[in-house]
């Protein structure tokens, strides 16, 4: 149940900052730990890589931000 309301809070953070994510890092996998990018990548396997060095205590969130050409295909 607390990480149930922990992954809200992250959530909700990161609709928060979508707009900032995607001026910066559009065709990116960013790697979020608490409520901080830890890491932008091109490659989901780095993503991931990068992901695994986190604070053990805490669950990395990795998201893709779309490039503009991709946007389209989320709908």
């Not at 409520?35 to 990395?60: F, L, N, S």
Request: glycine share 4%; charged share 35%; net charge negative.
């Amino acid at each position: 149940m607390e990480e149930e309301l922990v992954r809200d809070e992250l959530d909700e953070w990161v609709a928060e900052h979508m707009d900032e994510f995607v001026r910066k890092y559009r065709g990116k996998y960013l790697v979020i730990v608490g409520k901080e990018v830890m890491a932008a990548t091109k490659d989901r396997a780095m993503a991931w890589k990068e992901a695994g060095k986190t604070i053990p205590e805490h669950t990395p969130y990795v998201l893709y931000i779309p490039k503009k050409t991709e946007e389209n295909l989320l709908l």
